[in-house]
């Protein structure tokens, strides 16, 4: 169904009931089966009001911050693998094998997994914020801490056990 304005008359006498009757009117058109038109009036108070949005829109907050949780927690450690293809490219590390630079992935994941029961103790009896401020740092602080590395089980614990821990308190 569409709908359009009601056309402006020039006619110098106006309806008295349309005068007198302050709601505005609206044309209405729709099609039938048939292809006809139907053409008529209709109250504009008739019409369906508009989808307000009965949060005012806060939804879409909520959308947005849950997006982001998604990239830094399973995002960064789903993209382990260029981490891993960097690492074994490079040979940071003389004397790591393959299968050393790669439980570092497995570990993040286990981590993150296994921190899962106290994240939801917490999250009961704190609330949201102090267990996701806790993952937020302890997330950074193993990212930071890689990047100083000199030694693989400096990434085991940094990217493995610090990185799991803050990915299993934010998720």
């Not at 110098?12 to 039938?32: E, G, I, N, R």
């Not at 139907?38 to 949005?53: K, M, N």
């Not at 299968?99 to 009896?125: H, K």
């Not at 085991?156 to 990915?167: A, E, I, P, R």
Request: net charge negative; proline share 6%; aromatic share 12%.
């Amino acid at each position: 169904m569409t709908t359009a304005a009601a056309p402006s008359t020039s006619q110098p006498h106006h309806d008295a009931k349309a005068a007198d009757d302050d709601q505005l009117t609206t044309y209405l058109a729709s099609t039938t089966d048939t292809g006809k038109t139907l053409v008529g009036l209709a109250p504009l108070a008739a019409l369906p009001e508009p989808d307000v949005a009965p949060d005012g829109g806060y939804g879409w907050v909520v959308v947005a911050c849950v997006f982001m949780i998604n990239a830094h927690t399973w995002g960064i450690n789903s993209s382990y693998g260029v981490f891993l293809s960097y690492y074994l490219q490079h040979g940071f590390f003389p004397g790591a094998s393959p299968l050393e630079y790669a439980f570092v992935g497995g570990l993040s994941i286990a981590m993150s997994q296994a921190v899962s029961p106290l994240a939801t103790y917490l999250i009961r009896r704190f609330g949201i914020y102090i267990p996701l401020l806790s993952g937020i740092v302890l997330q950074t602080s193993a990212l930071l801490g890689a990047s100083f590395a000199t030694s693989i089980w400096h990434l085991f614990l940094s990217q493995g056990v610090c990185f799991g821990l803050g990915m299993g308190l934010i998720f």
